[in-house]
């Protein structure tokens, strides 16, 4: 589970939203309201302000109104601060800096101060309340005397980035002032900073304070560094061994006791960091952990506590380690759907290990409720099985209460969040109840957009393993669906941080959940043309004209720089599948695309599937060809050289669009620049220093070797050029030598070296689709070879999530797309089917969730669109394709059979 997209929750019900626009109308007491005060006194003569995420700016201006001048990067101040002591701090820095005339910037809201202080917010940000920008490093000491006086006896959460000033809530780090962007080597343009002989360099912001190299520490900082170095774990009697994991609450880490010889895990807690939804810290929260502990010790079902310190300002728990894995990591290996072929021995075999399972943990919770505790954050990865698989441990208590608590629930994983009407033991049986469903289909995050999605699972679960016991399922769909009621979307405002915070996750505000079943889909997407043209009503209803930032919900990817403009997360991915899917023109869509690309907005990338080169590519699909050649030209003006390799974002992609661009209009200036990318492309597949994830080279058709194999593909069936096709085949092979065959069924997926993936996007069936062209124009021994592996990993019976790039939606357009001789109109039917256990209804019509499951999405990349277009590819006329990778052939008659007519 991706922590990031929980705070895109809060605002919306239905869709994935800044927080920033998290409403509390109708607060009663300055505790909830919408800012702190000082953001509600006048502009002083001479200062601007400005809004720009969760940000509020203010900075002085000349009698034009335009800013003062001042260092583009340098040493700045960050003012750490509490809930509690925020709206008095902001008011300090204030009155301090605007007299001073020294620009700053707050974070102006509560519930946005506790966006960036929760438990899983970036440890890059946390803790920052205030930014505070000096002149000059004379201007910085003094700012740190008098403000910290000002300041003394204040406390806030420790930031992680930067050096504390004395022991008070100041802190500097060096970095950017302004806002300069540059790429980071890997493709991805990140702030940045100018090194010592002017270019600009990554301003680096990981969890630890750096001076970079061509910079010297002031002397009077000095001091405050030596310090921060005073402490360490050298004196403790544990030896760590290993970081766990990270949260922005702390670390957890194994290790040794040194005196016993004992493992133990190591739980550390920062005072004032890590907030629950109730506002306690990490610290409050380890210690309910402990007293939990305590109360269930001997019980075997929980760890023991071995030790309690402090080190520094930081509390530590130790644990005893318990041996075994998390409950979810079973799936990989264990779980019969992940095949192409399920086995019925293996799908029985299962059955009665995922029932012994429950039965385990169900056990497990009896025993720590008659000890007096609620568990309050059951879910997958906090059960630990034992190696012999005959028992389970739960981990994790820092959530824990007592039994006759009325208290709701503080922390929760979105695939087991209880409703707001549960509280005490009856959250952990609802959480008992969504274990039953994802121990067989591990898609219970749905259930935090819809809880009536339960019964459509039960459905799926009871056709898939057929000796599921009737009355198991049967009783997960009523504890989930169990006080649900007609009526119950009632129009409450969406809740700001605090008591209700966890359940702005579940339909964006309190008690506005569904009638159970009430999201049963009204049209089948095997149920062709209807499908589309309910996914088609869907999409168009949720768009958003007014909205200048994006025009379709998708992906929280759209809220960066010209997110909301391209093909993967923006308008222009949309309006094309629309466009492919054979929709009626959506006008007043194409205009707000035409009018928020003139001008294009400042740090849009240059990419194919990321900015404006898929903008063009699309405008031009739709008959803008005019506006395209401007963006073309617009992209053509900036060092499009350094763009990375690949087709998402880098020089595979532009190449595509410019070649294309230059056969419809004619302009050789553009075939130029397509060949010179080219050039470009075949000079670094002699370098294996490619787009590096995790220490490995990326594989795959967006980020791998793939785009530019396809990109030599399309350029040789231009040109006729032997050399493009042998580069295409070096490319192929490049990606090819990254993956692995899987034992259980021979499938063929990219190897990430933690997790093999067998996607659209960064997988094995992206790679199949261009090799599918390359054999079109030659033959090959080793990738035919290759083809049935990576149809068998297009056949999987479960995915993890729809979408186009990153689930289902691809592998059924690849399934469909295939010129392997094995695909049948059986598989196609399949895929169509296992892609509509993850249907959703919107405004009564068709849809689907986007990554990580917990709203729904209308975007290419990962959402309804994509699912559109590959439905469409599949069940329709046949020719719907994505960019570039036109269907081999028209697939007619497997259309008409999978669509059941």
Not at 588 to 611: S, V
């Amino acid at each position: 589970m991706d922590k990031r997209y929980e705070v895109y929750c809060l605002a919306d019900r239905h869709f994935y939203e800044t927080p920033d626009r998290l409403s509390s109308a109708g607060a009663a007491d300055d505790a909830r309201a919408p800012e702190f005060p000082v953001t509600r006194r006048p502009l002083p003569d001479g200062w601007r302000s400005g809004r720009f995420g969760d940000w509020l700016s203010f900075v002085p201006v000349d009698d034009g109104g335009a800013s003062l001048p001042a260092p583009q990067q340098g040493w700045k101040i960050h003012v750490s601060a509490t809930l509690d002591n925020a709206a008095r701090v902001t008011e300090i820095v204030w009155d301090y800096c605007v007299p001073r005339a020294v620009p700053f910037k707050l974070v102006p809201a509560r519930h946005l101060l506790h966006l960036r202080n929760s438990k899983y917010a970036g440890r890059d940000t946390s803790g920052k309340a205030v930014t505070v920008y000096p002149d000059d490093e004379h201007q910085l000491h003094e700012i740190l005397s008098e403000l910290g006086d000002l300041l003394e006896g204040y406390e806030g959460p420790y930031i992680l980035t930067d050096l504390r000033w004395h022991q008070g809530p100041l802190y500097v780090r060096y970095g950017a002032f302004t806002r300069r962007m540059c790429d980071n080597g890997k493709g991805t343009l990140v702030p940045a900073i100018e090194d010592g002989e002017g270019n600009l360099v990554p301003d680096p912001r990981e969890p630890a304070f750096k001076v970079p190299a061509w910079v010297t520490l002031p002397a009077f900082l000095e001091p405050e560094l030596a310090a921060r170095n005073t402490t360490t774990v050298t004196d403790l009697p544990y030896r760590i061994e290993k970081a766990l994991h990270f949260s922005n609450g702390g670390g957890v880490y194994a290790g040794t006791d040194t005196r016993t010889g004992r493992k133990v895990v190591l739980k550390e807690g920062r005072p004032h960091a890590g907030l629950a939804a109730d506002g306690a810290d990490a610290v409050a929260r380890l210690e309910r952990e402990r007293d939990a502990l305590e109360k269930l010790s001997g019980l075997g079902v929980a760890p023991e506590v071995r030790d309690w310190f402090l080190l520094g300002d930081h509390r530590f728990l130790v644990m005893d380690f318990l041996e075994g894995s998390t409950l979810n990591s079973f799936f990989a290996h264990r779980h019969p759907l992940c095949t192409s072929e399920p086995d019925a021995d293996a799908i029985a075999a299962y059955t009665h290990w995922a029932l012994r399972m429950h039965r385990a943990v169900e056990e497990a919770v009896t025993a720590v409720h008659e000890r007096g505790v609620v568990f309050n954050d059951l879910h997958l990865f906090n059960i630990m099985v034992a190696p012999d698989e005959q028992s389970v441990a739960l981990l994790d208590f820092e959530a824990a209460a007592a039994v006759g608590d009325a208290g709701r629930q503080i922390v929760a994983h979105p695939g087991f969040l209880a409703p707001p009407d549960r509280t005490g033991a009856d959250v952990d049986r609802y959480a008992l109840a969504c274990l039953r469903l994802a121990l067989f289909l591990p898609i219970t995050t749905l259930l935090s957009i819809d809880r009536g999605k339960a019964a459509h699972c039960a459905q799926v679960i009871a056709a898939e393993f057929p000796d599921v016991p009737a009355e198991f399922l049967e009783a997960a769909v009523a504890e989930i669906g169990r006080g649900t009621a007609a009526g119950t979307d009632g129009d409450e405002p969406a809740p700001v941080l605090g008591a209700d915070y966890p359940h702005a996750l579940e339909g964006g505000r309190t008690g506005a959940l569904r009638p159970a079943g009430a999201a049963t889909p009204l049209v089948d997407p095997a149920d062709w043309p209807r499908s589309r043209d309910s996914m088609v009503r869907a999409i168009l209803a949720s768009a958003t004209p007014d909205r200048d930032d994006r025009l379709f919900p998708g992906d929280i990817a759209q809220f960066g720089d010209g997110g909301g403009l391209g093909l993967a997360h923006g308008a222009a991915g949309v309006l094309l599948a629309l466009a492919e899917s054979g929709a009626e023109r959506y006008e007043e869509g194409e205009r707000w695309l035409l009018k928020h690309i003139e001008p294009a907005p400042t740090g849009t990338p240059l990419g194919l599937y990321d900015g404006l080169a898929g903008v063009a590519h699309v405008l031009d699909r739709l008959g803008h060809r005019t506006r395209a050649l401007d963006l073309a030209d617009l992209v053509l003006q900036e060092k499009w050289e350094r763009l990375p390799s690949d087709l998402f974002g880098g020089l595979a992609g532009l190449g595509l669009v410019l070649d294309d661009l230059a056969y419809r209009t004619g302009e050789e200036a553009l075939a130029q620049h397509s060949l010179r990318t080219a050039e470009l492309l075949a000079e670094r597949l002699t370098d294996d220093s490619g787009p590096q994830k995790g220490g490995r080279r990326r594989a795959g058709l967006l980020r791998g070797a793939t785009g530019p194999a396809l990109f030599f593909l399309r350029l040789y069936e231009r040109h006729g050029d032997p050399a493009h096709l042998d580069l295409a085949a070096r490319a192929l092979r490049a990606d090819l030598a990254q993956c692995v065959t899987q034992a259980r069924d021979g499938s063929l997926a990219v190897d990430e070296g933690w997790r093999t993936m067998p996607y659209l996007g960064d997988g094995s069936v992206g790679i199949g689709m261009v090799l599918d062209d390359y054999l079109a124009h030659r033959a090959d021994a080793a990738f035919e070879a290759a083809r049935p592996g990576i149809l068998a990993a297009a056949r999987s019976r479960f995915c993890v999530q729809p979408g186009l790039f990153q689930g289902r939606a691809g592998l059924l357009l690849h399934t469909n797309r295939s010129t392997t001789p094995d695909v049948t109109p059986e598989d196609v039917a399949a895929q169509t089917e296992a892609l509509g256990w993850f249907s959703m209804a919107y405004e009564g019509d068709l849809a689907f969730p986007g990554h990580q499951m917990l709203r729904l999405s209308m975007d290419l990349n990962t959402g309804t669109a994509g699912c559109l277009l590959a439905l469409c590819g599949a069940l329709g006329d046949g020719t719907a394709h994505v960019p570039f990778l036109p269907p081999l052939r028209r697939p007619q008659s497997r259309s008409r059979h999978a669509a059941g007519s």
